[in-house]
């Protein structure tokens, strides 16, 4: 799988949106390396990218535009970003601003080479939404129901009645999702969401999920398939040989950005071999793409 690393320019911000939507068009991903970003460029990155910026409320935020990564030291299976949640960023970005001496490599799927891989049965299952439910605190959602909202300062003051409206507001044909109350607050949610999406600005399918993915911040999800099979160990094992076969890694270095079509790509990471406080990697996400 081909590299695809930007050469330095004068105006960083400007020229590199014009290299990174023609690579997310191709490819899905660019690596922007040696440019001498900062968390401020890399901000500016962002904001000029994508259309609304959005947050994951268990992170914690840097400026208003950027969230640290802080999901332990343990490798990191192949997944889309909040892709449990029903509305997942389009753009992922990372900035490296102190990349880790031993371990941490950031790794790249391609799911539009593993959904030409894919054997025709999985792709027949797979052209079916997928359901996941879980648990979620009550401060877990009200901190995503307000940030969805635009409104993050009214998180504590958001009811299971502004829930269930925000619910009806964005199920849609491709989004249905429900909850149902819990004694202590907190919720059980359940969503139905595809496992193969058209990329963003070249429209491919791809296979792109979080059936491989994390739950760092957030209770294991259950998945179950349209034909009401769980997903087993097995067809688990069949899924990630396939995209282990699509998968490429990235090791960082100070000042690296690598921003992601979240539709297209899964990434995950590497094992951290060294002390926390020895690396520092931001996230900046949003829906649509600034053309």
Same mark, same amino acid.
């Given at each position: 799988?081909?590299?695809?690393?930007?050469?330095?320019?004068?105006?960083?911000?400007?020229?590199?949106?014009?290299?990174? &939507?023609?690579?997310?068009?191709?490819?899905?991903?660019?690596?922007?390396?040696?440019?001498?970003?900062?968390?401020? #460029?890399?901000?500016?990155?962002?904001?000029?990218?994508?259309?609304?910026?959005?947050?994951?409320?268990?992170?914690?935020? +840097?400026?208003?535009?950027?969230?640290?990564?802080?999901?332990?030291?343990?490798?990191? @299976?192949? #997944?889309?970003?909040?892709?449990?949640?029903?509305?997942?960023?389009?753009?992922?970005?990372?900035?490296?601003?102190?990349?880790?001496?031993? =371990?941490?490599?950031?790794?790249?799927?391609?799911?539009?080479?593993?959904?030409?891989? !894919?054997?025709?049965?999985?792709?027949?299952?797979?052209?079916?939404?997928?359901?996941?439910?879980?648990? !979620?605190?009550?401060?877990?959602?009200?901190?995503?129901?307000?940030?969805?909202?635009?409104?993050?300062?009214?998180?504590?003051? &958001?009811?299971?009645?502004?829930?269930?409206?925000?619910?009806?507001?964005?199920?849609?044909?491709?989004?249905?999702?429900?909850?149902?109350?819990?004694?202590?607050? =907190?919720?059980?949610?359940? !969503?139905?969401?595809?496992?193969?999406?058209?990329?963003? !600005?070249?429209?491919?399918?791809?296979?792109?999920?979080?059936? &491989?993915?994390?739950?760092?911040?957030?209770?294991?999800?259950?998945?179950?398939?349209?034909?009401?099979?769980?997903?087993?160990?097995?067809?688990?094992?069949?899924?990630?040989?396939?995209?282990?076969?699509?998968?490429?890694?990235?090791?960082?270095?100070? @000042?690296?950005?690598?921003?992601?079509?979240?539709?297209?790509?899964?990434?995950?990471?590497?094992? +951290?071999?060294?002390? &926390?406080?020895?690396?520092?990697?931001?996230?900046?996400?949003?829906?649509?793409?600034?053309?």
């Amino acid at each position: 799988m081909q590299t695809n690393i930007a050469s330095p320019i004068q105006d960083c911000v400007a020229q590199d949106k014009s290299d990174v &939507l023609a690579a997310l068009e191709n490819q899905g991903w660019i690596l922007i390396r040696g440019h001498d970003y900062t968390v401020e #460029h890399f901000s500016a990155l962002m904001t000029s990218l994508c259309q609304t910026l959005t947050y994951d409320p268990a992170r914690e935020n +840097i400026n208003k535009e950027t969230q640290k990564v802080d999901a332990g030291t343990h490798p990191v @299976g192949l #997944h889309i970003e909040n892709g449990n949640t029903p509305l997942p960023p389009d753009v992922v970005a990372f900035f490296s601003e102190l990349s880790a001496s031993k =371990g941490s490599q950031t790794t790249l799927c391609d799911g539009h080479a593993v959904y030409q891989a !894919l054997p025709e049965t999985l792709k027949q299952l797979f052209s079916n939404p997928i359901s996941i439910s879980r648990y !979620l605190p009550k401060t877990i959602w009200q901190n995503y129901v307000a940030t969805a909202m635009g409104k993050p300062d009214i998180a504590n003051q &958001l009811t299971f009645d502004d829930l269930k409206n925000f619910i009806a507001q964005t199920n849609s044909e491709s989004l249905t999702h429900d909850a149902e109350p819990q004694a202590d607050g =907190g919720i059980r949610y359940t !969503l139905q969401v595809p496992a193969i999406r058209q990329d963003n !600005l070249s429209h491919l399918p791809a296979f792109a999920n979080t059936l &491989l993915g994390p739950s760092f911040n957030y209770e294991k999800p259950e998945f179950t398939l349209a034909n009401a099979d769980k997903v087993d160990a097995e067809l688990m094992q069949q899924l990630t040989q396939i995209c282990e076969a699509h998968t490429q890694e990235i090791a960082w270095q100070d @000042g690296d950005v690598l921003v992601l079509d979240n539709k297209r790509v899964m990434h995950g990471r590497r094992e +951290i071999k060294v002390p &926390l406080n020895e690396r520092k990697l931001y996230i900046g996400m949003g829906l649509g793409v600034n053309k």
